[in-house]
C-alpha cells in the first residue's frame, strides 16, 4: 500500500531498491544493515522528502489529496497501527491528527484493535487523579 508513496518519493529522488524497501519499513523490523543505511543515507535527507511530499501532496487535486490518506490509513490498519517509515513521513505532510482520528473511526467500525490507540485510558485516569489532587490542595489552603 504504501509503495505508492515510496513511488512518488523515488520521481524525485534516485533511490535503489534497498532505499525502497527500507522506507517501507517500520524502524523495528529494520536489519542492522538497513538500519546503517537508514541513519546515515535516509534519515539525513527525511526534511527533504517530507518538503517534496508536501510540494507533491499540495500538487495534487481534493482525489489525490483523499488517496494519500486513504493510502497511509490503510497500511496502518494492515500494520495494527504502527507506521512504517514512508507513513510517518505521510502522516507530516497530510496531519497527524487527521489520520489518527479518521484511524480511530475505521479501527472501531471494523471491530479491530489498533496498538497506537490503546493504552489512553491509563494517562487520562493519572491527569484526573492529579487534578482532583491539586484542586483539593487549593481548595484546602
Same mark, same amino acid.
Given at each position: 500500500?504504501?509503495?505508492?508513496?515510496?513511488?512518488?518519493? *523515488?520521481?524525485?529522488? $534516485?533511490?535503489? #531498491?534497498? +532505499?525502497?524497501?527500507?522506507?517501507? %519499513?517500520? %524502524?523495528?523490523?529494520?536489519?542492522? #544493515?538497513? /538500519?546503517? @543505511?537508514?541513519?546515515?543515507?535516509?534519515?539525513? +535527507?527525511?526534511?527533504?522528502? /517530507?518538503?517534496?511530499?508536501?510540494?507533491?501532496? #499540495? &500538487?495534487?487535486?481534493?482525489?489525490?489529496?483523499?488517496?494519500?490518506? #486513504?493510502? !497511509?490509513?490503510? $497500511?496502518?490498519? !494492515? $500494520?495494527?497501527? +504502527? *507506521?512504517?517509515?514512508?507513513? +510517518?513521513?505521510?502522516?507530516?505532510?497530510?496531519?497527524?491528527?487527521?489520520?489518527?482520528?479518521?484511524?480511530?473511526?475505521?479501527?472501531? &467500525?471494523?471491530?479491530?484493535?489498533?496498538?497506537?490507540? &490503546?493504552? =489512553? =485510558?491509563?494517562? @487520562?485516569?493519572?491527569?484526573?487523579?492529579?487534578?482532583?489532587?491539586? !484542586? !483539593?490542595?487549593?481548595?484546602?489552603?
Amino acid at each position: 500500500m504504501s509503495r505508492y508513496i515510496v513511488e512518488k518519493l *523515488a520521481e524525485g529522488f $534516485n533511490f535503489t #531498491e534497498i +532505499e525502497k524497501e527500507i522506507l517501507s %519499513k517500520n %524502524k523495528r523490523s529494520l536489519s542492522k #544493515e538497513e /538500519r546503517k @543505511l537508514f541513519f546515515e543515507k535516509l534519515n539525513v +535527507e527525511r526534511r527533504n522528502f /517530507r518538503e517534496y511530499l508536501m510540494e507533491r501532496y #499540495e &500538487q495534487g487535486g481534493s482525489a489525490e489529496r483523499d488517496k494519500w490518506a #486513504e493510502i !497511509t490509513i490503510d $497500511n496502518l490498519m !494492515t $500494520n495494527g497501527g +504502527e *507506521a512504517d517509515i514512508v507513513d +510517518e513521513l505521510a502522516m507530516d505532510v497530510i496531519g497527524r491528527i487527521d489520520i489518527y482520528s479518521e484511524l480511530k473511526k475505521r479501527s472501531q &467500525q471494523e471491530g479491530k484493535p489498533i496498538k497506537a490507540l &490503546q493504552g =489512553g =485510558g491509563g494517562c @487520562l485516569f493519572f491527569l484526573t487523579v492529579v487534578l482532583i489532587i491539586i !484542586t !483539593t490542595i487549593v481548595v484546602v489552603f
